[in-house]
């Protein structure tokens, strides 16, 4: 068969050699380009354009270099151009190519197979682009070749077993993040003595791992993560690696040996890989014990991951021998026994994770004693007795989860010393006394304080006023008295707080309602009483609101957040009425004159001083114009020459607009600002985003930061900015006013009429939101770290297309590294003051262990908006109701559960014309929930680009074309198109 098929090679390489028999070597070479030129359809960067302008020798066209005397080309390198259209077969005519990388890019149809006819090629990059097919046989005869890179395509098929076999010289090989199938084609007479790096993750290879593996001797790279591999974990492969350093094998079906209960033969086989420095085989079916010899493998093992699995017994002592260990997971398996306390032993320990098994007995003091630990997670297990004192002495704990087990005994009052902690959870346990005043006052936490469903009592404590960028408290289901602290308005970055289930007593407190960025306040099941504060009804913010089974009265009012409410929220107090459909009526008309009468009043007030404000502005003639927005290159334009092409709008039209910016042309807020609607005098309609003044040097921040982004960038799913006015007691941007809101109203509706999402406007939406953030990671004039994704920030446009929106606290980095803008309006925009970056729920979670914020974090954010968008569930429920991230609890039902994990999603119906459309909601729900997974895992460096996510996405998309399902939206569109 390899006969014919170099036979065929062979003949078709003559037939281009006679085709081309007028053209001789630098002619032919030329001829070859401007033939790939003509097959790229579209070419932004210019790169191609500028080819024949330069006359006649192509040596000096971008991307091209020649040999210096030969004057043939050597190496093509187009890669990051984002190029458009198909890779020509006439390359195959550039028979002196060494290097060709075209990677990068959006480059459509099959790998041509002229490409084999490159006997000199040492260097194939064809990554990151959307080549379908399979990977041609012919590329098996590049007996030179050392570097193959054809990553996150759409590839298919089985890998040809020539590539393997007759590339001996290959050193790097990267299959990863496609869609290939088949045995992993090494055969034992295969030798690839050179190969250092293997990379297939993310693919549908199956079988056994190839005992031929072996035969690599210099392999220090291997990564078959997120395949179907099976088998047993091999015990005479790895011994023969001795420079091996990664290893990762999670997410296969291996088990271990001896009828899958016996480890020891695969860990003895790792003593001779002595530079081994990360181990993962997460998510497989591994049973038994963890062999005590595992102290014996790699001192210089940095990483173990053995979470997800069905192991048992206890966790061996001998793990301790791996000093230099800075990350163990082996959370989410049978562990019983008690924790060692030896684990004290291995100093440079930043992130520990024991939860979810069965692990007894008390927490080791001695856990307090690792210098360096960041993180300790263990959740969800059967530990008893008290929370130990000596974690006090963790200076670098950021985040403590001891939820879910029987700890009893008192909150510790040294907690109060972890002066780094910004997550503490003891939910679910047996706690008691009061929260002691020292924790309370642990200004640190920034994420959120969870000690729900514990025993304890006493009032809440005045110091959680401290909290004041905490954005999730929850006490609930506990014995909490006396009243509500008004001391708790300081919180002022609150976004969850719950306190129902306790016996708390007295009024609502207005400082509560009154919180800028509150979205769900839980009360119920108290003894509250008194009349709703005014604050709650002028709230943007506030979704969800709950005061069910307390003593409120009064009448319930009709405007703002009461307007979508349900009866739900106001059941059990019986001296509550209104016209909310299952409440007693108020009656008479002068009890809802005398509930109008404040508003009425409020409203004569605000028109008074908006008149005497819009007097004085007259008076004074201080009108703030403001400029329309400018692409990356418009920028760069003289200010003069903008003020001469761009309207202005006055400060006075947008007060004009927007009513003197009414409350009843509120349509939200955010971390910053309130949102309002308008409309100017020539019929436009907008939002006009109101920075808050009282937020100080960070408004100023956000504000730069905010018009820097949307002056850079210029992308048809983010938002554009119409004006963007400033002085000094006020700052606005000006935007289209959205008619259909944002994700979050259909994902949390307030009214039950609000209609479900179809199943493709779910995927339209998150096309176009993954192409938005791609754009902004990879395509933009300066790389964008948006920092706060979630679906109150994707709005929709009339045609329900998608818009990333509310860029107050992203980052600009210049590309390289991720390395700020050196621009001194940026400098230091990036770490906002005392703002954690993102939403609870939607933090990557290595933000909480001092990591800087990355695009890494932004795919982490997407991840958990897609999970959202399937579970109808929000993260912040499962949180604080299940003591689960949203990864967690959709791992724990998939795939045997899908029907569970998608039973509140709030889907509509869907057309379609294929005869197999009963099954095709069920296999994209998996596929979504397969990339929803990815995106959220734990490692930021296992998470896909959001390039690859906007890859798979558009993969989904053409599938429901070729079933027939309507999609108005067309085809999707690549990461880097514009406006």
Known sequence: MATLLFLSLVLSAFAMASAAAPLQGASRDRAALLSFASAISSDPSGALAGWVSLGSGACNWTGVTCHRLKKRVVQLDLSGRGLRGVISPAI??????????????????????EIGCLSRLQQLSLSKNFLVGSIPVELGFLRQLIYLDLDSNRLSGRSPRTLFCNCTSLQYVDLSNNSLSGKIPLDNECRLPDLRFLLLWSNNFEGPIPTALSNSSMLAW????????????????????????????????????????????????????????????????LRGHIPPLIGDISINLVQLHLDDNAISGPIPPNISNLVNLTYLNLSYNYLNGSIPPDLSRLRKLERVYLSNNLLSGDIPPSLGGIPRLGLLDISANRLTGSVPDSLSDLSQLRRLMLHKNHLSGRIPASLGNCINLEILDLSYNRLTGRIPSDVAALSSLKLYLNVSSNLLEGPLPMELSKMDMILALDLSSNNFSGAIPSQLGSCVALEY??????????????????????????????????TMPESLQASASLKHFNISFNNFSGAIPTEGLFASLTADSFRGNPGLCGSIVGMPSCGTKPARWSSALPILLTVIGTTCIICLLAYSLVRKSRTCWCSHRTSHRQSLIASEEQKQHHPRISYRQLVEATEGFAESNLVGGGRFGHVYKGTLPDETRIAVKVLDPKSGVEISGSFKRECQVLKRTRHRNLIRVITACSKPDFKALVLPLMPNGSLEKYLNPPIESTPGLTLIQVISILSDVA??????????????????????????????????????????????????????????????????????????????????????????????????????????????????????????????????????????????TSADHKELPRDVMAELIELGLVCTQLSPSMRPTMIDVAHEICLLKQDLARHGVEDDTGCCSTPNSSF
């Not at 002196?96 to 990068?104: Q, R, W």
């Not at 009024?507 to 509150?518: C, D, I, Q």
């Open 222 to 285: 291997i990564d078959f993560e997120s395949n179907y591999l099976s088998g047993a974990l091999p015990s005479t492969i790895f011994d023969k690696m001795p420079f091996l350093q990664f290893l990762y094998l999670s997410y296969n079906n291996l088990s271990s040996h001896d009828t899958t209960t016996d480890l020891t033969p695969f860990f003895a086989s790792l003593r001779n890989c002595s530079h081994l420095q990360e181990l993962e085989l997460a998510g497989n079916n």
């Open 92 to 113: 195959g005519n550039l028979s002196f190519l060494v290097v060709l990388d075209l990677s990068g890019n959006s480059l459509s149809g099959t790998i041509p197979p």
């Open 771 to 912: 192409e938005g953030m791609a754009y902004l990671h990879h395509y933009a004039p300066f790389r964008v770290i948006h920092c706060d994704l979630k679906p109150s920030n994707v709005l929709l446009d009339e045609d329900m297309t998608a818009l990333v929106s509310d860029f107050g606290i992203s980052k600009l980095v210049s590309g390289v590294n991720d390395d700020c803008i050196d621009d001194p309006e940026s400098s230091g925009f990036h770490s906002i003051t005392g703002l954690l970056q993102g939403s609870v729920g939607y933090i990557a979670p290595e933000y909480g262990l001092g990591g800087h914020p990355s695009t890494q974090g932004d795919v982490y954010s997407f991840g958990v908006l897609l999970l959202e968008m399937i579970t109808g569930k929000r993260p912040t429920d499962v949180i604080f109701h299940e003591g689960l991230t949203l990864h967690d609890w959709v791992k724990g039902h998939y795939p045997r559960n899908i029907e569970v994990i998608t039973s509140r999603a709030p889907l509509g119906q869907y057309r379609s």
């Open 497 to 530: 707080l719950n306190l129902s289930g306790n016996a708390l007593q007295g009024t609502l407190p207005s400082s509560v309602g009154a919180l800028p960025y509150l979205q769900v306040l839980d009360l119920s099941s108290n003894r509250l009483s008194g």
